[in-house]
């Protein structure tokens, strides 16, 4: 599996856009990009996968260029309820399974 | 409402006790997962199992083992805890192995403490 870079930390304020870039410089042709949200004390939670372009959905959207090398998770208008940890994952159809979380971006909405 | 369950919520046990982490699926996934997590080292994968009657090594199996006796259950077990052990331990399952369209569906967690 592509090895992936997150920052480790972001703070935004009420209202505004977030975006949160991740890197896998190794990432194979057959892999997808997934996106996962954690809150406090739960499980994480599957947001948006994406193989290339943009993908949109009622929570965020995902911008992959074409290289394929990064991807931008896009939070519009975020809002408090928003602040959680973003995980990125790089795996493709046929990984046996060992699907590895790195330490994720932990974002923090301000009022 | 289909799901994960996992068993306990939280436990505190002593040092050099036997301790088994329970985990349910109901949704008839093929693949289940047991993850650690830490403070500032996010979530590390223990063990898995792609289907019933397999299972395999993640980051940092030493010290679990587990078992894929069916689908719908996927047991965690100390063998004799340690306080390295203490932290959370996450349940998840997924359709199938791949990463395509077969996102992950965790639990909401297992808090051991291990003294």
């Known amino acids: 599996l592509a090895k992936t870079t997150q920052p480790i930390s972001m703070d935004s304020y009420e209202g505004q856009e977030v975006n949160i870039t991740c890197s896998h410089n190794?990432?194979?042709?057959?892999?997808?990009i997934t996106w996962y949200q954690q809150f406090p004390s739960q499980g994480p939670r599957f947001i948006i996968q994406?193989?290339?372009t943009k993908v949109t959905n009622e929570v965020a959207s995902l911008f992959i260029p074409a290289d394929r090398k990064s991807s931008t998770l896009s939070l519009p208008r975020v809002s408090l309820s928003d602040t959680a940890v973003y995980y990125c994952?790089?795996?493709?159809?046929?990984?046996?399974?060992?699907?590895?979380f790195g330490q994720g971006t932990t974002l923090q909405v301000k009022p | 409402i289909a799901g994960i369950t996992q068993a306990p919520t939280s436990q505190i046990l002593a040092a050099g006790r036997r301790m088994t982490l329970r985990c349910t699926q109901d949704?008839?996934?093929?693949?289940m997962y047991w993850y650690r997590q830490d403070l500032g080292l996010g979530l590390r994968l223990i063990h898995y199992?792609?289907?019933?009657?397999?299972?395999g090594k993640g980051e940092v199996p030493d010290g679990y083992s587990v078992s894929r006796a069916n689908t719908d259950d996927f047991p965690l077990t100390l063998a004799s805890a340690v306080p390295s052990q203490t932290s959370v331990y996450f349940c998840?399952?997924?359709?199938?192995?791949?990463?395509?369209?077969?996102?992950?569906?965790f639990g909401n967690g297992t808090r051991l403490t291990v003294t």
């Open positions: 994952l790089v795996g493709g159809s046929s990984n046996t399974g060992k699907l590895i």
């Open positions: 199992s792609n289907t019933a009657g397999t299972t």
């Open positions: 949704m008839r996934h093929n693949a």
């Open positions: 998840a399952s997924s359709p199938g192995t791949g990463m395509y369209n077969s996102p992950l569906h």
């Open positions: 994406g193989y290339k």
């Open positions: 190794n990432i194979a042709t057959n892999d997808y």
